[in-house]
């Protein structure tokens, strides 16, 4: 790959270009702001034109390339319609991605000019400090929804409620996702008939199995862990000094606390009693009468609905304690919050931000955190698709089955579960020497002296690997099923690691064969070098395959190689920076340099995962805090989810009427 | 010619080699009761397929009867008097709006696709079937059923502004609830069949303990914000369907038609198959049970989600993935292949209308009574074209189609006047839906 290229002005600009200078643009989505702004005239008489000289020919109305129309912009007073334009631009502009190879290229002094304006267009400035108030509600959109919960979150609210992992919630609909990309976003979570008649068959699964096991299909739990699920529950026995609508009446309430996360009223006791007394009536045993009011708790929408109930003013207020207690358990467990948390929130302590804080400091070093790991990281990666819509072709890859898959879903949730609960530096995702695996998948690696099934933390001997771009789950879902993908690799590192933005191809864009085997003696790199020749696909390519290439070392399943199709692998890469790499190993040092992306991007998808919704203008100040805190110390990942926690949006809820 | 036994069960050939369910097509396997004065229920489905097709191997040359199969279409050849093959229709509503999320959400809406990443979902209006299900649907244990293959695809694509859960549905119940599809077989058969085994006494418990929450989620109404109203309402509704269903198993019967099939069950084995082509079978055999039982009378079925990758080099010349195949490029090679892809989602379709013909009800057949609607949100996928659909309708519901029969509209003529001339062969007199222009012409 030979190009000709443009020294970079780098030097001429100001210091907080020095971040910006990366290939990648971490496109903040702005909501609703149009603000004026100050430049003067200078739009009209300098930029405009050349806006129009380098810029028009593609971003118009009529071929808006990359979804991007800059003829809008004709006047000083447009500019404003489009802030978060200006900064993409000028990172753009700056990293000479644009204008793309092949088109007119401004000279040294036009580019820095430009890129001058448009930052002073895109300079924000810092609401954090004067948002955080009922005045300013307008820049306050984050409306955190009442949702039910989602499957994982049903699941493991049903682990903790009974004390048995019962998992009814795998024969659940799956759940679409919504906001920043997870499945925990109200406005994206459904309930259809469906839904109800599966939790009614769930509940009668669940109550079965811990009251009336023989009939049952209980093989998966031990007789003891069932005797010990029934005493949880069953904690008033009906005898001579207890009738059987007491002890009724105990239990159900006692069960209903649980499972609402909040104390219960006398009056909905009763009313789920009803329905036990008129069992009773009809002379149903003790047991099968209860089993009616603790179904109703099973399929009441305090159960399976998160609430916030809303004060009668709009505006933001603080959330109460008991709410706090679920937001917080259901983001740092993915489920109920246990007797302490609701102990804390009864006493009122929950609010304040000491108990806060040590309160997030406990549940982190709790097994509980590992739902955190699993909801987040498989959605944040998109392993969800792994093995079920993606899945390698199985005559060219025996190799791949149900185990190995298993195993390679485990892999970054295991990694990411134990940087929580140690408090590493959440820098090991990009790079370190360590992972984790079992037998199968240490085999699939080359790693010698791992025995059985369980996971566990594996030295990697080998430096080609560390971090999640050696994980061969990551690996596998970037690759066709026939052969690996440099392109969406590097979409994958581009969009889901740092945050930027690729726009979709261009329609009649060409695409490549779909087997890797060497076709008309070109090599499979060669064949994608000619594509990119064209212009309009040159400009995101040059961004997106020099990052693929550098992963080129692992097949379409994970596995190191150092040639393919009788061809060595050539795993050398430019980025448009001037960067360059050769294999996983170099580029994954290219990629820590990038490090303030990388935490931007996976701050901005903790707090989206954490609010269960799309974040706005304000949640930004979140994001910058934490990034602070983080370089302060050790870029550890217990810093953040502390940092969100204690963050004004996640301790307030905004109510709109 | 009947034969002197009487129908087999379901048990007895649900006991196929195994996940498949092996229905009986054979003609002595037909029923012995004798043709009844009651007129069989019209039935529809819609079937949808991702990623389009390729227009010069899917559109016949000639119009009217007298027209040749071609190559996408040749698995129809011995249906070919029970089809219409219909080109011309577009759904203009979808001509701008990303590739494909904004085309496959209103398959069956005609509407505008709201732009959004998950506030405010809207795909402008209720799907065709649901019009159909929210009208009629109380004379069936199931008012409709939705089925797929694929589970929702999950995340937000950030780069077009879409939630992927658009990609994922074609049945909306309002239009910004999707309804919740099946993808295993087994608890889609223990959908149709597992309500009639279970106890009287369970049902009626079910009854009062949904009473009790249907209280419970009204009581809760008066503390919530608007847009938590909307969730809740539709836990309501979600309730009360289930409680009309629990209604509708404990009182009796009083459908005139009585379906031909033995009311015992045996389920397909438990899982989701790993082999698409056959959990695909599976499904396909689940809808002519549904249909065949009289379970339900509107269906639809996604074969896969939109922008679906499926490997299927399973089927002989191809080697890759449905969505990259049909960004082809005008490469003959891949346009070979994508056709090939194309003629198997055929294949499929035929396989149904086949096991639907073979069914005797009443004077005809099940396919006779039903109206089966199978197409892709795009024409070309490689220009993401929402223009010109590749649609085939299947089946005389009841014999209000004239089959056997290519029927090119006019340029500009929209999908949704299919869907108006549907409606009305369902027995509801409806002038227009989503963006219609009028009633189809020429379909009888």
Known sequence: ?657 | MYPKTRSLSRRTFLRGAGAMIALPFFESLLPVRAASKVRPPKRMACMYFPNGVWPAAWIPKKTGSDFELPFSLTPLEKLKQDVIVLSGLDKAQSRDGDGHYAKTANFLTGLHVQKTIGKDINVGGVSVDQVVAQKFGDQTPLPSLELGIDPVISGTDSVVGYTRLYGSYISWRTAGAPLAKEINPRMVYERLFGAKDAAPRHRDDDRSLLDLTLEDARNLRGRLGRDDLFKLDEYLDAIRAVERRLEFASKPDSREWKPTLAPDAAPPAAGIPREHREHVKLMLDLMVLAFWSDSTRIITFMFANDVSNKNFSFVEGVRGSHHDMSHHSNDPRKIEQYQRINRWHVEQFAYLLGKLKAIREGEATLLDNAMVMFGSSLSDGNRHDPNNLPILLAGRAGGNLQTGRHIASPKNTPLCNLYVSMLQRMDLPVRSFGDSTGPLAGLS
């Not at chain 1, 030979?2 to 971490?26: D, E, F, G, I, Q």
């Not at chain 1, 020749?533 to 994970?558: K, T, V, W, Y």
């Not at chain 1, 550890?636 to 009427?657: D, G, Q």
Request: aromatic share 8%; charged share 30%.
């Open chain 1, 1 to 657: 790959m030979v190009r000709t290229r443009l020294p970079r002005p780098l030097k001429m600009l100001p210091p907080r270009a020095t971040y910006l200078k990366s290939l990648l643009v971490c496109a903040l989505v702005l909501d609703g702001f149009a603000a004026a702004h100050g430049a003067d005239s200078q739009f009209e008489k300098e930029i405009r034109p050349l806006l129009k000289t380098y810029c028009l020919s593609c971003h118009n109305p009529q071929k808006k390339r990359g979804d991007l129309d800059l003829a809008r912009f004709e006047k000083e007073t447009d500019i404003g319609m489009g802030e978060e334009v200006w900064a993409e631009v000028a990172a753009r502009v700056l990293a000479h991605e644009m204008p793309p190879e092949g088109k007119k290229q401004p000279s040294i002094e036009q580019r820095r000019k430009f890129v001058r304006w448009a930052q002073s267009v895109a300079k924000k400035s810092d609401d954090c400090k004067q948002l955080a108030s009922d005045r300013t509600i307008n820049f306050y959109k984050g409306h955190v929804m009442s949702r039910r919960l989602s499957r994982a979150e049903y699941n493991n609210s049903i682990r903790d409620l009974m004390g048995l992992d019962l998992r009814p919630a795998d024969r659940f609909p799956s759940d679409g996702s919504g906001g920043e990309g997870f499945d925990n976003n109200g406005d994206a979570l459904f309930t259809s008939a469906i839904h109800v008649e599966k939790y009614l068959d769930a509940a009668e699964y669940i109550l079965n199995t811990i009251l009336n096991p023989s009939a049952a299909d209980v093989a998966r739990f031990s007789q003891q862990a069932i005797q010990s699920a029934r005493a949880r529950l069953l904690i008033a026995a009906p005898g001579p000094d207890l009738p059987p609508h007491e002890s009724a009446c105990r239990i159900v309430a006692a069960f209903a606390e649980r499972a609402f996360r909040r104390p219960v009223e006398d009056r909905e006791v009763e009313r789920f009693l009803t329905v036990f007394d008129r069992a009773m009536r009809r002379g149903d045993s003790f047991e099968m009468a209860l089993k009616l009011p603790l179904k109703a708790v099973l399929i009441s929408p305090h159960f399976l609905f998160l609430i916030e109930p809303e004060p009668d003013k709009d505006g933001v207020h603080e959330l109460p304690d008991y709410p706090l207690a679920s937001r917080l358990s259901y983001f740092l467990w993915a489920s109920m919050p246990d007797a302490e948390l609701l102990r804390l929130a009864a006493e009122r302590k929950l609010h304040d931000e000491g108990f806060l804080r040590e309160q997030v400091r406990r549940m982190l070093r709790d097994p509980r955190s590992r739902g955190l790991a699993e909801s987040f990281t498989s959605q944040w990666l998109g392993l969800g698709v792994l093995g079920e819509t993606v899945r390698p072709d199985p005559q060219r890859f025996p190799e791949f089955d149900e185990t190995l898959a298993n195993a390679m879903r485990q892999e970054p949730i295991c990694f990411f579960d134990n940087l929580i609960r140690e408090g590493r530096s959440l820098l090991e995702l990009l790079d370190t020497d360590y992972t984790f695996a079992n037998e199968r998948l240490a085999r699939h690696y080359g790693i010698e002296g791992v025995r059985g099934p369980a996971m566990r933390r594996v030295p990697l001997p080998d430096k080609n690997r560390g971090g999640v771009l050696g994980m061969a789950g990551v690996l596998t879902v970037t690759s066709f099923p026939l052969r690996t993908s440099p392109v969406l690799r590097g979409k994958w590192v581009l969009e889901d690691l740092l945050g930027a933005r690729v726009p979709p191809p261009p329609p009649n864009a060409g695409e490549l064969p779909k087997d890797d085997r060497n076709t008309k003696g070109l090599s499979f790199r060669k064949q994608l070098e000619l594509h990119r020749s064209r212009s309009e696909c040159a400009s995101c390519h040059q961004r997106m395959d020099p990052i693929g290439f550098g992963l080129e070392n692992f097949d379409p399943i994970g596995r190191f190689r150092t040639e393919q199709a009788g061809q060595p692998i050539d795993a050398v890469g430019e980025l448009p920076s001037g960067e360059k790499f050769n294999g996983p190993r170099e580029l994954r040092a290219v990629l820590l340099k990038q490090r303030t992306e990388f935490l931007r991007n996976l701050a901005r998808k903790m707090l989206g995962y954490a609010l269960g919704r799309q974040l706005y203008r304000f949640d930004q100040c979140v994001i910058d805090d934490a990034l602070k805190a983080l370089e302060a110390d050790g870029y550890k990942a217990t810093v953040l989810i502390e940092r969100i926690v204690l963050s004004y949006p996640f301790r307030h809820r905004y109510v709109k009427k």
